[in-house]
C-alpha cells in the first residue's frame, strides 16, 4: 500500500515545485515507510510523489512515479490490481513483451496505453487510488475503485490544484488557507463520518468510489464513473439470480476462492484478521484450505466480558489450524490509543470501533504486511440487525394513523432510559443470552421516535442518525445532500431490507468501515485486502433474492452455508456482538475529565462551532445515567479533538 500526492499548477512551475510535493508526501510517509519517488514537468506545471509500502515486485522495477513505455503517461498509484498477471498476458499477445519488472502499476501504464483509462479500469480487478498525467492532452486523472477501499482527496489552493490520499499531505502544502465546512461538520454529527464528496474542509473533496475527476489548468474538474452501484443493483434486480439456494452457495464460494487465489499473492507475510464471527471465519477457512502453510490469524481480546470476542476466534482459529496470535488488552491499553486518533484520521472520525481496529492493525504488523479482512459482508449479504428491525417496524407501524404514532412516541418516551432498564433488566437477564440487551432504554428511547416518520428512508436514516437535526446543533450550518438525501436518485426497489443494503453499500461501506481500516491500518503500515469486495462478488450478491439472502429468516444464509462446510455451527451461530468499546462507561469515569475540557462551555463559546446548550445538556444528561448519549458524544469530541491536535486550542 502506498501513498500519492501532486500538484497541478495554472502555468510553468521553478525549482520549489520538488521540494513543495516532496514535503507533502513524507506527511504521509507511514503509508509508504520503504521508497519514495518524485516527478517534475516544470514547463507543464505538475508535480507527482509517491510513498511506496513494497507488496509486489519489491525491486526497483515497480519504483513510482512511473512513465508508459511510449513516454505518454506518468502515473502514481495506491493499490492493488489482483488480476495484473492476466492483464499482463493479454496485453504481451499484443506486444508489450518488453516488461521490465513484474509490477503491477507497469500493467497498468500499458493497459492505458493500448485501451485507454476506462477500458483499463473495467478489466481491472482490484483496490486502487490512481493519478494519471496525460503529457500530451495535459490532462490529470484522478481515479477510485469501484466501492471506495482507497482515498483519495482533491482541491484548488490559489493557482494549484493539489490531490492526495490523506488531507494532512495537501495541508502542508505552503498555499493552504482552508476553512473547516460547518455543511460537512453537521453530516459527521448525524453519521460520525463525513460522506463523499465532502470533507470537513471547505473547497476540498473526495473523489467518489467509481469515478473520475479529470483536472486541466484553466478550466474546472470534470467527473466521469466507470462502474455505478446504482447500474449494477438495477442490472441485479432485472437479472436475478436463477439457480436455487444451493447453486447460489456454490457460485459464490467459487467467486470467494477466486478473489483470494489473487488476494493471497504477495512478495512479503501475508495473514488475516479473524474476530470469530461469520465473515472473518469464512475467509480465513478458504484461505486455510487453499494454503500449504498455516495461516498467520489476529485478534485482540479485552477484559469486558460483553465486548470480548478473543475466545471465539481463538476456537474457531483452534479448529482450523491457523497460527494464531491473540493480544488480550485492557482499559488502559485500549485508553491509551485515544490521544493518537486525531492523527491517525487526516479528517474528524467518529466509529468508536477504530480504537480496536488500530489495536489489531498493529498486532498484525508485527508479523506481516499484509492482513486480508471479512469487511463487506453485512452489506452484501443482510447481515446487519437492523435491516430486519427497520422492515418490521416499518410493516407494522405504517398504516397507524399519524397522531396515534405521535402520541405513542410522548408515551413510550416518558419514562427516561435508565428507567426501562432498571425496570426490564432482570427480565432480560432471566432469558438466554441471545435476548440479553444492553442499553435496552435507548433502544426503547430509538425506536419510539421513529414513531413519527413517514417513510422507511426516513426510518432507516434516523435509525443511523446520532444527532437528529444537525444543524441545530452546529452552528451556521446547512446539511448537504447524501446518498441518503437525493445526492442521487435511488434505483426504484419495493423490498425494503434490499434498498437499505443498498445504501449502505454505497455509504456506510465505504464512508465509515473502509475508512476506518484504511486509515488504522495505514498509521501501522499494513496493507488490507477486502476479498468480498471483489466486484464480481458484490455484483453477485446484488443479483441474489432475498429468499437466498435471508433463506429462513437467517442473515447472511449463503456465507454460513459455506462456513459451515469448516467450521461446526456451535463455533460461530451467536448473535452479532460488533467491535466496539465501552466508550459509555469511559465518558463517566476514566475519560470523564479529558471530555469535560474538550465540553467546556466557555470553549465552545469561544470555538463558535457548537451549539453549547445543546452540547451541555447531552453531556449532563450522560452523566446522571438519564441517557446513554455516548454516540452523539463521541462525535462532537472526535471533531474536537481533531481541531486542538489541528489547530492548537482556540
Not at 482515498?151 to 473547516?180: M, N, T
Not at 465532502?198 to 476540498?204: A, D
Not at 439470480?241 to 467467486?255: I, Q
Not at 469448516?566 to 459509555?584: A, E, Q
Request: aromatic share 8%; with cysteine; net charge neutral.
Amino acid at each position: 500500500m502506498c501513498g500519492i500526492v501532486g500538484c497541478l499548477w495554472d502555468d510553468a512551475i521553478g525549482d520549489t515545485a520538488l521540494d513543495i510535493v516532496r514535503g507533502m508526501a513524507r506527511t504521509i510517509a507511514h503509508r509508504g515507510p520503504d521508497d519514495e519517488g518524485v516527478w517534475v514537468d516544470s514547463q507543464s506545471g505538475i508535480a507527482l510523489a509517491h510513498r511506496r509500502l513494497s507488496i509486489v515486485d519489491l525491486s526497483p522495477a515497480g519504483h513510482q512515479p512511473m512513465v508508459s513505455r511510449d513516454g505518454r503517461y506518468v502515473i502514481v498509484f495506491n493499490g492493488e490490481i489482483y488480476n495484473h498477471a492476466a492483464l499482463r498476458a493479454e496485453l504481451s499477445a499484443s506486444a508489450h513483451d518488453a516488461w521490465h519488472g513484474h509490477s503491477d502499476t507497469e500493467v497498468l501504464l500499458a493497459g492505458i496505453s493500448q485501451w485507454g483509462l476506462k477500458r483499463t479500469l473495467e478489466k481491472s480487478v482490484g483496490m486502487f487510488a490512481i493519478a494519471l498525467w496525460d503529457r500530451h492532452e495535459r490532462k490529470l486523472a484522478l481515479v477510485r475503485d469501484r466501492l471506495g477501499e482507497k482515498p483519495l482527496y482533491f482541491g484548488k489552493l490559489d493557482e494549484c490544484f493539489v490531490f492526495a490520499s490523506e488531507i494532512k499531505a495537501i495541508r502542508s502544502h505552503p498555499g493552504w488557507r482552508q476553512d473547516v465546512d460547518r455543511n460537512s461538520l453537521a453530516l459527521l454529527m448525524r453519521h460520525n463520518y463525513i460522506p463523499a464528496p465532502y470533507s470537513i474542509y471547505k473547497n476540498i473533496e473526495k473523489v467518489r468510489p467509481g469515478h473520475i475527476v479529470w483536472i486541466q489548468a484553466g478550466r474546472p474538474p470534470w467527473s466521469d464513473q466507470y462502474w455505478s452501484g446504482r447500474t449494477a443493483a438495477q442490472l441485479g434486480l432485472n437479472s436475478p439470480f436463477e439457480g436455487n439456494a444451493g447453486d447460489a452457495v456454490d457460485t459464490l464460494d467459487r467467486l470467494l476462492r477466486d478473489s483470494l487465489a489473487h488476494q493471497m499473492l504477495a512478495d512479503v507475510p501475508l495473514g488475516a484478521f479473524l474476530s470469530g464471527g461469520v465473515d472473518s471465519s469464512t475467509i480465513v477457512a478458504l484461505m486455510q484450505t487453499m494454503s500449504s502453510q498455516r495461516i498467520k490469524t489476529f485478534s485482540i481480546g479485552f477484559d469486558i466480558a460483553d465486548f470480548n470476542e478473543a475466545e471465539h476466534a481463538r476456537k474457531v482459529a483452534e479448529h482450523l489450524g491457523t497460527d494464531h496470535t491473540e493480544l488480550h488488552i485492557n482499559e488502559h491499553d485500549a485508553l491509551q490509543v485515544i490521544p493518537k486518533l486525531p492523527t491517525i484520521y487526516c479528517e474528524p472520525f467518529a466509529d468508536s470501533s477504530q480504537i480496536p481496529t488500530y489495536l489489531v492493525a498493529a498486532l498484525a504488523k508485527q508479523k506481516v504486511t499484509v492482513a486480508l479482512s471479512g469487511d463487506g459482508g453485512d452489506e452484501l449479504f443482510s447481515g446487519y440487525n437492523r435491516y430486519d428491525l427497520v422492515d418490521r417496524f416499518w410493516g407494522k407501524i405504517s398504516s397507524v394513523p399519524r397522531p396515534v404514532r405521535r402520541l405513542l412516541m410522548k408515551v413510550a418516551k416518558y419514562a427516561p432510559p435508565a428507567a426501562y432498564d432498571r425496570a426490564l433488566g432482570p427480565v432480560f437477564r432471566m432469558l438466554p443470552s441471545a435476548w440479553h440487551q444492553r442499553t435496552l432504554g435507548d433502544k426503547i428511547h430509538k425506536a419510539a421516535e421513529l414513531l413519527s416518520l413517514d417513510s422507511v428512508d426516513d426510518v432507516y436514516l434516523r435509525a443511523c442518525t446520532h444527532w437528529p437535526q444537525p444543524e441545530d446543533l452546529v452552528l451556521g450550518s446547512r446539511e448537504p445532500a447524501t446518498i441518503l438525501t437525493g445526492i442521487e436518485p435511488l434505483p426504484a426497489m419495493s423490498e425494503n431490507v434490499r434498498r437499505m443494503m443498498y445504501m449502505d453499500l454505497l455509504s456506510y461501506l465505504p464512508d465509515d468501515i473502509l475508512v476506518k481500516v484504511d486509515r488504522a491500518s495505514m498509521a501501522a503500515s499494513l496493507e488490507t485486502r477486502v476479498p468480498l469486495l471483489d466486484h464480481r462478488i458484490v455484483e453477485f450478491a446484488m443479483s441474489l433474492p432475498l429468499s437466498i439472502l435471508r433463506a429462513n429468516g437467517i442473515a447472511k444464509w449463503p456465507l454460513r452455508q459455506i462456513l459451515y462446510r469448516h467450521v461446526p455451527r456451535t463455533l460461530v451461530d451467536r448473535p452479532k456482538m460488533g467491535f466496539g468499546v465501552p466508550i459509555d462507561r469511559w465518558l463517566r469515569g476514566p475519560l470523564r475529565d479529558w471530555a469535560e475540557s474538550l465540553l467546556d462551555d466557555v470553549r465552545l463559546r469561544r470555538e463558535g462551532y457548537f451549539s453549547p446548550s445543546l452540547v451541555r445538556k447531552a453531556w449532563q444528561d450522560h452523566l446522571s445515567g438519564r441517557h446513554n448519549n455516548q454516540y452523539q458524544l463521541w462525535n462532537v469530541l472526535m471533531f474536537q479533538a481533531w481541531n486542538e491536535t489541528t489547530f492548537g486550542e482556540q
